[in-house]
């Protein structure tokens, strides 16, 4: 059973920086993909950003430049770098352990980290 924890939300000023992390366990973190969503109040969860086995990563466009998602397989963990916070980042931050097809057909959400970026 996947099982992921995230940590590292807060509240930080507009223009600062925040670096969100997800501990993997129950499974060879090797195999798992990863993904961090959001959703603010009122709106659907999206996805932020996420990385292959293989480390191959894809971005919302509202992100693209300003965070970077990074996979350390030796510590089961997977981080968000977020740069250049803006108010619209504001939101409950989710990691989304997705395992292969032929491991299991169900991934595992955290609970969320709250980020919170005033202006």
């Known amino acids: 059973q996947v099982q992921v924890v995230e940590s590292g939300g807060g509240l930080v000023q507009s223009g600062g920086s925040l670096r969100l992390s997800c501990q993997a366990s129950?499974?060879?973190?090797?195999?798992?993909?990863v993904g961090w969503y959001r959703q603010a109040p009122g709106n659907q969860r999206e996805l932020v950003a996420d990385?292959?086995?293989?480390?191959?990563?894809n971005y919302a466009n509202s992100v693209k430049g300003r965070f970077t998602i990074s996979r350390d397989n030796a510590k089961n963990t997977v981080e968000l770098q977020m740069s250049s916070l803006t108010p619209e980042d504001t939101a409950v931050y989710y990691c989304?352990?997705?395992?292969?097809?032929?491991?299991?057909?169900?991934?595992?959400w955290g609970r969320g980290t709250q980020v919170t970026v005033s202006s």
């Open positions: 989304y352990g997705d395992p292969p097809r032929w491991y299991s057909d169900w991934g595992s």
């Open positions: 990385v292959t086995p293989i480390g191959r990563t």
């Open positions: 129950g499974i060879d973190f090797s195999i798992l993909s």
